[in-house]
């Protein structure tokens, strides 16, 4: 293929995307107004109260509102990164034997952090997916686009991703162990 066929796939191709995104925003605009009554004889709270109902109501009962999502994929990519992790855990704990059977006990909570946060970091930072989703053919992408081609995750999306689901479970971790260590049993004081 040269270079200017190429270059002319590539233009109808996003010539394509924009035809469809055209018509999937006329196609909404178009269900909205013929779903909603006539609601400006209403006094103002309720009117409102009316209208912002009406837009819920329109992006949950819709297959195009709610995009749907396969779960089962999803849980299994989170089986293959959890199956992953314990993998390289593992690796980890024999390379830490030699500094003593203590080091691998104690640093637990500790290894599991570095090991998420390096996956995070080379999975989904960078590619916009986990290792099982991408073995799966999945990708995160920003759910609030309305767009018919789907957008990447923005970066404070990321972020904040990157802090709950490393960081979250670390501290949860933390706490748990910190609730066990402290914790009294059926003992009478």
Same mark, same amino acid.
């Given at each position: 293929m040269t270079s200017a066929d190429f270059a002319a796939a590539q233009k109808r191709v996003l010539e394509r995307r924009q035809r469809l995104e055209l018509e999937a925003q006329t196609r909404l605009v178009e269900q909205q107004r013929a779903s909603h009554i006539n609601s400006a004889r209403l006094p103002d709270p309720l009117n409102r109260l009316t209208q912002s109902g009406f837009l819920i109501w329109?992006?949950?009962? %819709? $297959?195009?509102?709610?995009?749907?999502i396969f779960r089962v994929g999803q849980v299994d990519a989170e089986l293959l990164d959890e199956e992953l992790l314990g993998l390289l855990k593992c690796q980890v704990g024999e390379a830490l034997k030699y500094f003593g059977s203590h080091a691998r006990e104690e640093w637990s909570s500790e290894i599991q952090l570095a090991l998420r946060a390096i996956l995070f970091k080379l999975s989904i930072w960078d590619h916009n &997916?986990?290792? %099982?989703?991408?073995?799966?053919?999945?990708?995160y992408v920003d759910s609030r686009s309305t767009s018919a081609v789907p957008k990447p995750p923005t970066t404070w999306q990321k972020l904040?991703?990157?802090?709950?689901?490393? %960081?979250? $479970?670390? &501290?949860?971790?933390?706490w748990e162990s910190w609730l066990i260590e402290h914790e009294n049993g059926y003992d009478e004081v």
């Open positions: 329109d992006k949950v009962k %819709g $297959r195009d509102g709610t995009k749907p &997916a986990s290792y %099982g989703a991408s073995l799966q053919g999945l990708q904040l991703h990157g802090l709950f689901t490393v %960081g979250g $479970r670390y &501290a949860w971790e933390k």
